[in-house]
């Protein structure tokens, strides 16, 4: 199985400064039948599901707002909040699906400072 | 719209059993893979099965595997997870969710239904 490894365990942020979480897998998740990365970002807030933010590591879902970015390949990941709003808080998931089972990080929680 | 609303949850004895059922609107149900995935209280998300359009194909994580079993009825837009021999660290939040066939990636869950065992 492929291990995602997520840090920090938590995060806390001023209002309007950046956020930025890692995540590394145990093997490489980068298809070369078509060069993406199979990595996908998940926020979830107290009591709802997850709601997918990023996949294939750096494309933003519809709807989702520009100051949520993700980076990397490979085996190396990031995602970025460059301007954190109160709206933000909550625990950010990494999670492969390059093969099953998909697996997750741990889990970020995202905190206000 | 799409839709998810996961049914059937509830409290179960070790060694009993559960079918959970989701049931999917707003999308053309028979395109798309679905998967379940379940959340132990204030603990992380692990995946638990995932089956394909046809319902010809499964796949599940080795602590359900020959325990639960993922079905789908494409006539009625629904997804089943038969779950049996339940045990106290099947508790969980169950979740259905939607493959997304363009991505590939998990892109719609629904809000879930809790499965507690129990004595």
């Known amino acids: 199985d492929i291990v995602m490894t997520q840090s920090p365990d938590s995060l806390a942020v001023s209002l309007g400064e950046r956020a930025t979480i890692n995540c590394k897998s145990s093997?490489?998740?980068?298809?070369?039948?078509?060069?993406?990365?199979?990595l996908a970002w998940y926020q979830q807030k107290p009591g709802q599901p997850p709601k997918l933010l990023i996949y294939?590591?750096?494309t933003r879902e519809s709807g989702v707002p520009d100051r949520f970015s993700g980076s990397g390949s490979g085996t190396d990941f990031s995602l970025t909040i460059s301007s954190l709003q109160a709206d933000d808080v909550a625990v950010y998931y990494c999670q492969q699906y390059f093969t099953t089972p998909l697996t997750f990080g741990g889990g970020t929680k995202v905190e206000i400072k | 719209e799409v839709q998810l609303v996961e049914s059937g949850g509830g409290l179960v004895q070790p060694g009993g059993s559960l079918r959970l059922s989701c049931a999917a609107s707003?999308?053309?149900?028979?395109?798309?893979?679905m998967h379940w995935v379940r959340q132990a209280p204030g603990k992380g998300l692990v995946w638990v099965s995932r089956?394909?359009?046809?319902?010809?194909?499964?796949s599940y994580a080795d602590s359900v595997k020959g325990r639960f079993t993922i079905s789908r009825d494409n006539a009625k837009n629904t997804l089943y997870l038969q779950m049996n021999g339940l045990r106290a660290e099947d508790s969980a939040l169950y979740y259905c969710?939607?493959?997304?066939?363009?991505?590939?990636?998990?892109?719609?869950w629904g809000r879930g239904t809790l499965v507690t065992v129990s004595s």
């Open positions: 707003g999308f053309n149900f028979t395109n798309y893979w």
């Open positions: 089956i394909d359009s046809a319902g010809k194909s499964t």
């Open positions: 093997q490489s998740i980068l298809y070369s039948s078509n060069n993406k990365d199979y």
């Open positions: 294939w590591a750096s």
């Open positions: 969710a939607r493959y997304n066939i363009g991505h590939h990636a998990v892109d719609y």
